[in-house]
């Protein structure tokens, strides 16, 4: 690791990109240990941000400019008690900005961040700064050189298989022993995090109502497969074989969870559905009523994540006529796929990537499909998406260069939500120059494009909303092609035989699919737990960009999602594959900490200004 230098010794004269950062480091901490919170904050630029992971606020907080700034080491900087900051190689320096990546150390835990320099007023300052926990001093993963022996060399008469461990273990939990964590939901999200608490030790357990982990995958509609590359979706601890498909269909994905649950050793259960949760604050602990393999069963457990998915609750609307619909109607997410209506008419509400999907695939098996267009969509070709969204951080590509998955996800999580999207603009606009052709097709076909409210593209949409976009993977030549024949508007009724939209269009149909999105994570705590719980909690999912579904006012960060929320110990955990494996390692120190009685002082709690 290359050691800071004082700012007294350094050579006047080494002003390179090393020198500068080390300086820079050296006169941080050193404001921090001072606990000078004015100094700390004169290192920054006037428009800055610092973007801190649990480490110095026990919370997923960014801070924005010098005052933001000062606040933030008010608050947390003599408990803390950063030290040891450093590069861990040798910093770059394009277009006026000195990049280095850094590491540190705190009273509890040991850190890793990156840190942006530019020059203002003649001084070197910070523009941005990421610092992320990685670990706990005294509870720290049991990898690399910390790996368990497994074999039990010598003799013992009471020695026990691993085997026979493992099925006391199984016995024991939920009856004799209580889990710490349970996490509801054991799709890609609960099982990243199940793995994270079993690597650190916490008593934890997954439960998911389908018969067997992957399910969640398996019993979408058959044509479904990722839209985000490989590089992109590895689960912690066990990436993908160099041999796995770029975009890995449905069923493969549910295999690989599956088999990583049993090479994981997650505590997982299966066919058991959650009925209803209720929080002692006096005893600090759940009550939850499960029941399991058709058996009731009480759990009670201290702390309670749900990891039911952010596309987890199906938005259903309800339109008059659907009682008298003779054919079938269902949601997306509960498609079979296309099978049963070859040579049938098949109506599509909806204009994503569902949408897309389920009438590309009603379309390859002789289905007469429309789609019917509620509002603009933004569409990225996927090939493009990897070129010019991705490639630099997740393609073999950035391996090659040196990114690694863990470190391409804190380049991601090191870009602040506030100035992202000024990062993504310039991609998108390459996109749309490189796809012209293909985007004046769609439009000539009347389909509706957007590209965000900022021409930011698709990753701030799904940041900010989580929906209204299409990576396409072929379906949108249907379209374009009138293949797939295309109607806009809103439905205002169902008939017998069709879908009625509010100008009078009439569509035949034998069966009508909404793919319509999905709800609020928070509308499963009303289900589960009650609406006052849901309402306190609050929304979860967008950053109040004040943008089209993400209602202000500015909140920085996620709403709700693996950080400490306005409901005692109850956490809120999902997202794509990438955010189920960078962010369950915050969602799970933080869990470890609270079971070891660490001290966790939240900075900044989120408040909360929209209920669902």
């Given amino acids: 690791m290359t050691q800071t230098l004082d700012p007294e010794t350094r050579d006047a004269a080494d002003t390179g990109p090393q020198a500068r950062v080390d300086a820079w480091l050296a006169r941080f901490e050193q404001a921090l240990s001072a606990g000078d919170p004015e100094g700390v904050a004169s290192l920054f630029t006037t428009e800055s941000y610092w973007r801190d992971l649990i480490a110095f606020t026990w919370n997923l907080k960014t801070v924005e400019g010098r005052e933001q700034v000062a606040d933030l080491v008010s608050a947390t900087a003599e408990r803390t008690a950063a030290s040891g900051f450093a590069t861990t190689e040798e910093p770059e320096e394009a277009d006026g900005v000195v990049t280095a990546w850094i590491a540190f150390e705190t009273a509890v835990g040991r850190g890793m961040g990156l840190l942006r320099l530019t020059e203002e007023d003649g001084e070197d300052r910070a523009w941005t700064l990421l610092t992320a926990m990685y670990e706990l001093k005294g509870h720290e993963e049991p990898r690399g050189t910390h790996r368990p022996m497994g074999a039990e060399h010598g003799a013992n008469k009471n020695r026990k298989t691993w085997k026979e461990k493992q099925q006391e273990e199984a016995e024991s939990l939920g009856s004799t022993t209580q889990p710490y964590v349970l996490v509801v939901g054991g799709g890609q999200g609960g099982i990243a995090l199940g793995s994270r608490l079993r690597q650190l030790g916490v008593p934890a357990l997954v439960v998911d109502k389908h018969p067997r982990p992957g399910d969640q995958w398996r019993n979408r509609y058959k044509s479904l497969c990722l839209h985000d590359p490989v590089w992109y979706d590895h689960l912690p601890y066990l990436k993908f074989p160099d041999n796995w498909p770029v975009f890995a269909p449905k069923d493969k994905v549910g295999d690989w969870l599956e088999s990583y649950v049993k090479v994981m050793e997650v505590p997982y259960w299966s066919n058991t559905e959650v009925k209803s949760a209720t929080f002692s604050e006096e005893a600090g602990e759940w009550t939850v009523e499960l029941e399991r393999e058709g058996q009731p069963l009480t759990l009670r457990p201290t702390q309670l994540v749900f990891a039911t998915g952010m596309s987890g609750k199906p938005r259903m609307p309800e339109i008059p006529g659907m009682d008298v619909f003779k054919g079938d109607v269902h949601h997306s997410s509960a498609h079979p796929g296309p099978d049963a209506y070859a040579g049938k008419k098949a109506v599509i509400i909806g204009s994503n990537n569902s949408a897309f999907d389920i009438c590309g695939a009603l379309w390859e098996n002789d289905a007469d499909v429309t789609m019917v267009q509620r509002s603009s969509t933004h569409i990225v070709k996927s090939d493009s998406l990897m070129e010019y969204g991705l490639g630099d951080l997740y393609s073999e590509r950035a391996l090659e260069a040196g990114v690694t998955t863990e470190k391409a996800d804190l380049i991601f999580a090191s870009l602040p939500y506030r100035i992202m999207h000024t990062f993504q603009i310039p991609a998108y606009e390459k996109m749309a120059e490189a796809d012209k052709d293909f985007y004046d097709r769609l439009e000539k076909a009347g389909f509706w494009l957007d590209w965000g409210d900022d021409g930011s593209g698709l990753f701030m949409k799904y940041l900010r909303r989580g929906s ?100 005692p110990n109850l956490w809120m955990h999902g997202g794509n594959l990438h955010q189920s494996r960078h962010y369950s390692l915050y969602l799970a120190l933080q869990l470890k900490a609270r079971l070891e009685g660490i001290e966790t002082p939240v900075y900044a709690l989120q408040e909360v200004h929209h209920t669902g």
């Fill in 468 to 567: 209204g976009y299409y990576i396409d993977v072929g379906a949108a030549d249907l379209v374009a092609n009138g293949d797939v024949k295309l109607a806009h508007g809103q439905v205002t009724e169902l008939t017998e035989d069709g879908v009625r939209l509010e100008d009078g269009t009439e569509l035949p149909a034998d069966v009508v699919v909404f793919a319509t999105g999905y709800n609020s994570m928070n509308g499963w705590v009303a289900d589960v737990i009650d609406q006052e719980t849901a309402d306190r909690l609050g929304k979860c999912w967008g950053l109040g960009s004040d943008t089209t579904l993400d209602p202000g006012p500015w909140e920085g960060e996620q709403r709700n999602m693996w950080k400490p929320t306005q409901v």
